[in-house]
């Protein structure tokens, strides 16, 4: 198959930067409405402890949904082609996102929650395989920045949406209207985008060779030659890899942005201020983690990434508190830190795997981590009513978790130099 053209390329960046940017919007919402989404439909039973309880239920929710559909949807993107998965991911995160503004009970928010998750899920996989296909080896750490950086300008764009209009409890479905708006999106990747020509040449292989790989030997469904040697692993590792800043960043991070809202009352808009502040220091941290991986190595910044993320979450919620005046720089550092992690994954990731099961093995690593999330976002919840509604004391012990990343990262495989451009 031949390459694409350079308008091409750009186009397959663009869509795959948009759905991730909409992503982004999916994941920071529920950050900076739940409290009121809470206090709006829980009415009078509504308390601080509650209010704590059910954004760890809603967002539990939508990293159980994420890790499921980035797990079919992924999948879906070997067998159909990555443009048409991501396309239909993100039909599927707008659809029910916008039936949020309708939701009557906690209970039908929760449920719309995990369905968003499927599509929040499925970008992820389909986009980073895509666009990684689509640009020459020597681009990839700068678009892994893009896609990286992407996800938090989402989250900065709605932060700033809500602090133009505030978010309460008598003013919240319309954000959830707005975020139907992506749709559009979906159905133009579905009807215009370029397929990635690696996954074109690799489904004529797979036809002309009777579903066979050049060695002659028939292929296993892409599920059983992930999880059976020799990628077995390399399947273990990404895992392991994903999972520990996912579980950082909803499990310990995100406290601090219903912290800000429950001690910012005086200061109408504080929430969205914080999360802006983390969301520009995000935004930058996912663009640098890639550059920051090329230029230190793999393993090495890894390592580095999850000492700095341990200690500047322990500063954020055990050195300072809302409203104190360092408490927004620190919230900008940490976030910085502790999302260099994700502008390193689409870096390494599917790199780990060959063409054939690249969105499978990407989506799988990246994704169950969001399964290890919601038991831990639950077991936050938990804590929190044990702690006494602290919200400093559940972030700081739950911030605890990216030290396991120093340990981790000295069992999985080194990647540099050995970039996987097709399937070996």
Known sequence: MSALTGRARVAVLLASVGGLVFDGVELGLMPVASLSVSQSLLGEEYTPLLGGDWFARFTAALMLGAAIGGMLLGRLGDAIGRARAMGVSILFYSMFAGLGGFARTQEEMLALRFLVGLGVGGVWPNAVALAVECWPDKSKPVIAGFLGAALNVGILLL???????????????????????PAALGVVILLALPESPAWLASRARRREGNEADDTGTKRNSPLRELFTPPLLRVTVAGILLGSIPLIGAWAASK????????????????????????????????????????????????????????????????????????FLPIVFAQAFVATLFFGWLPLYLPQMFPTHVRATGAGIAFNTGRFATAAGVLAAGALFAVMDGSYPRVGATCGLIYLLGVVVILWAPDTKGTARTSDN
């Not at 309460?168 to 209207?177: A, V």
């Not at 935004?283 to 550059?291: D, E, I, K, R, T």
Request: glycine share 8%; net charge positive; proline share 6%.
């Open 159 to 181: 932060s700033q949406v809500a602090r133009a209009w505030p978010i309460t409890p008598d003013s919240w479905r319309w954000l959830f209207q707005l975020a139907a708006a």
């Open 255 to 326: 406290w601090m942005i219903p912290w800000a809202d429950a001690v910012g009352r005086t200061a109408p808009g504080y929430k969205a201020v914080t999360q802006g502040w983390w969301a520009l220091g995000a935004v930058l941290g996912s663009f640098c983690g890639a550059q920051v991986a090329a230029l230190l190595g793999r393993r090495l910044s890894y390592a580095l990434m999850s000492i700095g993320a341990t200690t500047l979450t322990l500063a954020m919620f055990l050195l300072t508190a809302p409203l104190e005046p360092w």
